[in-house]
């Protein structure tokens, strides 16, 4: 089916969202649009699917203008829609959210749903099983049931919002080769993303958003430097890797076992030493934030322990609030809800960190502070922001500013998930200029290039299973990839990097 | 105490759970659907009253158990109305009615305080009623207790079972994912509040024109019962049956209570007659206790098998809230 856009226009307040945007996509083709955080291609989906009303604007579908005023319309001309977080229902069995939704009959026929699931999981090769929670399910597994359960549905038209961030790379191969068979049977497919490497690999053509404004498109081969022009105005500059200058063992880790919901990890040895960075790769769900988190104290190990500081501050069995006193710092993936509150503005946010002394708050001082650090992390907001007004790297650099300074050792889960090119270089450069100054950091992630790019060294999870730190300059993306899907495990023994 | 002095005590916690159980199951619903009414104390007197006066004025029981439900409907539109379209806190509010709906039966139903009026009898079903024990149990009851029997059932199949059950868990869990899928959120909640809110205020008429038929004011002994209904609500984990184990377990302490109280005759009255609630309280924490750090951080140290046995009793223990219960529904 034929999707077009016609001027389609949507502010919110006096931000204009969507302006004037004209965009028309033909069946079998997958359309990446592309655009940096906050350049309107959420918005823009979420008016085709219904979510959002445009201000004006039309919608035409195979020619025909069709009125889109609810989710439910949309879902009757055929269109699905996948969000960036799925929008699924994790109490509930995977065969239930499947039929959640589906209309017709007051009794669900289970049996006859069950079977339509499994005939199209066996279509794409997925392998989920109806009988689970979803909330057991990975990110990458929930886009699958997503996906099966729009095409259940009738979707002709597809449209999937970033949906590389937070699912591993054998996942990304499966959801690709997905898409490309769909659109190969004639679906219009509306991919959406600020990853230039994704749209490359998989697009029939892209089309790139800039502030609300559509800039242009282009058909391939793609030129990524056209590209990120489109996107960014300008060029982003890359910052070369430096040279690793290690210090002295700021954290070492021995033998420890743990025992999460759904995943054990047994005997896991690391010595993290000052000034090295090192990445925590694997499949979403394979023990790197369960592992994490126990350096932190955020959760007990079974077994073993965790010492800081050349082994003279044994730290097991103590909670963060201890680990925070000896200069620990813990930044979640979940920003707004784990790591900052919702409804307090930066510079409350400032005094709350600071922990300024007396009773009574000294505004103008708090105010002071808060402006200086705006602009010292190059923050897009005011004193009096809100958090959960500024986009997610805005949120993700407020969260650096309120770290303490100096600081042993910084753990991380995803430090720049769902951040934009300019966000992620900025992201990284505050977090190299700390361990140039003997910060160790340890982060999650499950995009395979940042861990190659700023680890100096690379733990692998499979499935609860740990390999012993690796030398990332010697460690190549097929070898990482085949080791995070579980492959090569058997070869680790002898080249382990010096522990 | 004989055989079956013991069989006619289990028909009579039946009995005395029925009403408990309606506004169980009613909020219950109401909160499947992420409304939370708090005003339920007030709304179970408000509807005892008024069923007992329309039944009083009409003769007829039936039009006093519409006044209850009509009674329990409207209350609950108003928290609704207040949360969902004025975007108000809905605990503000229920907590507000609750107080409000309790003074105006008071005082609205001087006139008829302490007058005799119509009330339901026990209905023997045929045949069954024969069956030694249960038949005594089960089927020598008044209609409301059969139909609290069913409505345990019928509830329960309605929310775990049917199409609509399981939009209505949605709506609870996760309104936006419900609303991306093509429910119309208000409107169903809207819809549960009312369905809910009438369930519950049947309630009051059990007892005014049942259990402790008349209407008597503040001596009535109804007022406390809306609060522990709510937290029976928790205790059952917002699923039919266990709410039911907690209405059976509530009305059974009452009568031990009761049972007590000439062999214990040094402990004065009131602290056999308060004791069900604070010991409601303590199952309920019992219950909820896997949800605390400190238990995770004393769990750690014991042995791991029988740690992992613990752990697994308490997570199936456990038992988590709609996660939208309370919240408004907006579009981002």
């Known amino acids: 089916m034929r999707v077009e856009l016609r001027g389609i226009t949507k502010c919110f307040g006096s931000l204009r969202a969507n302006d004037n945007i004209s965009l028309s996509v033909p069946p079998s083709t997958i359309e990446g649009v592309l655009g940096e955080n906050g350049a309107g291609k959420s918005t823009l989906m979420k008016i085709l699917s219904g979510f959002y009303s445009p201000d004006s604007g039309d919608i035409l579908l195979d020619g025909k203008k069709v009125k889109i005023d609810a989710p439910a319309d949309a879902i009757r001309q055929g269109i699905g829609m996948l969000h960036q977080d799925p929008q699924d229902f994790p109490p509930l069995k995977v065969i239930d959210d499947f039929i959640l939704g589906k209309k017709g009959g007051l009794l669900p026929n289970r049996k006859n749903a069950a079977r339509d699931f499994r005939e199209l999981s066996s279509r794409f090769d997925f392998s989920i099983d109806p009988e689970t929670y979803v909330d057991s399910l990975t990110v990458g597994e929930r886009q699958q049931l997503e996906i099966l359960r729009l095409l259940w549905l009738g979707a002709r038209i597809l449209i999937l919002d970033e949906p590389t961030t937070g699912i591993s790379l054998p996942q990304k191969e499966k959801l690709f080769a997905t898409l490309k068979k769909l659109a190969s049977e004639g679906m219009t497919i509306l991919f959406v993303s600020h990853k230039l490497e994704d749209v490359e690999a998989l697009c029939s053509r892209a089309t790139v958003l800039r502030q609300g404004k559509l800039i242009g498109s282009m058909e391939p081969p793609f030129d990524t430097r056209v590209l990120v022009e489109m996107m960014f105005g300008k060029e982003v500059p890359q910052e070369p890797k430096t040279q690793l200058q290690v210090g002295t063992t700021v954290l070492s880790v021995k033998h420890i076992d743990l025992d999460g919901i759904r995943i054990q990890i047994k005997g896991v040895n690391l010595q993290v030493r000052a000034g090295e960075v090192i990445g925590l790769a694997g499949m979403e769900g394979s023990g790197q934030t369960l592992f994490l988190s126990a350096c932190a104290g955020l959760s007990q190990p079974v077994g073993g322990s965790f010492c800081l500081d050349e082994e003279e501050k044994e730290m097991t069995g103590r909670t963060y609030h201890e680990f925070r006193k000896k200069g620990v710092a813990y930044l979640p993936a979940a920003r707004l809800e784990q790591a900052l509150i919702p409804g307090l503005s930066l510079t409350e946010h400032f005094i709350l960190s600071e922990g300024m002394r007396g009773f009574f708050i000294d505004r103008k001082k708090s105010e002071e502070l808060a402006k200086s650090r705006i602009s010292l992390f190059n923050i897009k907001g005011k004193p009096e922001s809100t958090v959960e007004s500024l986009s997610g790297g805005n949120q993700q650099r407020a969260l650096l500013a309120l770290m303490r300074d100096p600081l042993k050792l910084i753990l991380v889960e995803h430090p720049t998930r769902g951040l934009d090119i300019e966000s992620t270089i900025y992201i990284w450069g505050k977090l190299k200029e700390r361990c140039a100054r003997g910060t160790a950091i340890v982060f999650i992630s499950s995009d395979l290039d940042e861990i190659l790019k700023y680890s100096d060294r690379v733990l692998v999870f499979f499935a609860g299973k740990v390999t012993p730190p690796l030398d990332a300059n010697t460690l190549s993306v097929e070898r990482l990839g085949r080791l995070i899907g579980g492959k090569d495990w058997d070869t680790l023994g002898t080249e382990a990097a010096h522990a | ?332």
């Open chain 2, 1 to 332: 105490m004989n055989n079956s002095a013991l069989v006619t005590s289990i028909a009579g916690v039946l009995a005395a759970a029925a009403p408990i159980l309606f506004a169980v199951i009613g909020e219950t619903i109401s909160e499947r659907a992420g409304v939370l009414n708090l005003s339920m104390n007030g709304m179970i007197l408000l509807s005892a009253m008024g069923s007992f006066a329309v039944a009083l004025a009409t003769g007829s029981v039936v039009l006093g158990f519409l006044m209850g439900a009509a009674i329990g409907a409207l209350v609950s539109l108003i928290v609704a109305f207040a949360s969902l379209t004025l975007l108000q806190s809905q605990v503000a509010v229920g907590f507000v009615l609750a107080l409000l709906c309790r003074d105006l039966s008071y005082f609205l139903g001087n006139p008829i305080m302490g007058k005799v009026g119509p009330r339901i009898s026990q209905v023997p079903i045929p045949g069954l009623e024969r069956i030694p024990i249960l038949g005594t149990i089960l089927f020598r009851q008044d209609v409301m207790t059969y139909f609290s029997f069913i409505l345990i059932v019928a509830a329960w199949f309605f929310v775990f079972r049917t199409k609509p059950g399981l939009t209505l868990r949605g709506v609870g869990e996760r309104p936006t994912a419900a609303y991306i899928r093509g429910a119309n959120v208000n409107r169903l909640r809207y819809l549960y509040a009312a369905i809910g809110g009438a369930i519950a205020g049947l309630a009051g008429p059990i007892y005014s024109l049942s259990i402790k038929a008349g209407w008597k004011g503040t001596i009535s002994g109804l007022d406390g019962i809306g609060w522990i209904v709510l937290s029976i609500t928790i205790f059952g984990g917002w699923k039919p049956f266990r709410a039911a184990f907690g209405a059976y377990l509530f009305a059974f302490l009452q009568w031990l209570g009761l049972v007590l109280q000439p062999s214990l005759p040094s402990v004065p009255s009131q602290v056999l007659q308060v004791a069900p609630f604070p010991l409601m309280i303590l199952t309920l924490l019992f219950v909820n206790i896997g949800n605390a750090e400190w238990v995770d951080r004393s769990l750690a140290r014991l042995p791991e098998n029988v740690r992992r046995d613990i752990a697994r009793v308490l997570r199936a223990m456990n038992a988590t809230p709609p996660a939208a219960l309370g919240a408004p529904f907006e579009k981002e």
